[in-house]
């Protein structure tokens, strides 16, 4: 292979490699991934809503429970003391309160009522909820699956081109590298071919004289182009 086919070579296998390695961050698997995550995270905490839900709602329906007890208690209470009650005054007074008691107990019912139901709904919703959860997970995970395939699909590429990339590297001269990695860590691409008199690199035309002047070159010599300062392969 000669300086002029290594070079070119070299900047393939360069350009290749930048190539592969922008993929590699820009894997629309990777995007699924992120997507499926979210997914999972949402399921997590409609789960957890829902359980508290459940919870807050059984905590009123006890609380309606006990409180229904508490006034039943008072109410025994009162009806015992309205049969020993001779003044009028007295009883009316204690009918008062057991027609308050009564209200409360009609109110608290109320409450636990509509607790029991909104806690019952939300059971149901969990229960649908729970049955989406393996189906979740198991996209979150085929997904990362698919994006440690196409990743390590990359990384054999790469080793591949790294191979080559020494290879031919070990054909140019340390000089001639050294210009090379030095241009090409500035504008990426270090090495184009002179089509004519059209620079492939910036396909901007060279001068006659310029053109002259990459021709006469020896078959190791690379000058700049002019305009965009890449190597010239003619
Ligand atoms: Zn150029």
Redesign the pocket.
Known sequence: MSAAEALLELQRIDTGADQLRHRREHLDERDRLVEATAQVTKWESTRQALLARIAENAEIVERAEAEGQRIDAETARLNAQMRTVIAPREAEALQHELETLATKRAESDEQGLVALTEQGDAEAELVGHLSAEESIREAARSADERLQIAEAAIEAELDELERRRSDTRALLADGLLARYDRIRSKIGVAA?RLTGSR?E??H?DLSAAEVDEVRRAGDDEFPD?P??G?MLVR
Do not use: S
């Open positions: 184009a620079c690199g910036c901007l182009c305009q965009c890449r």
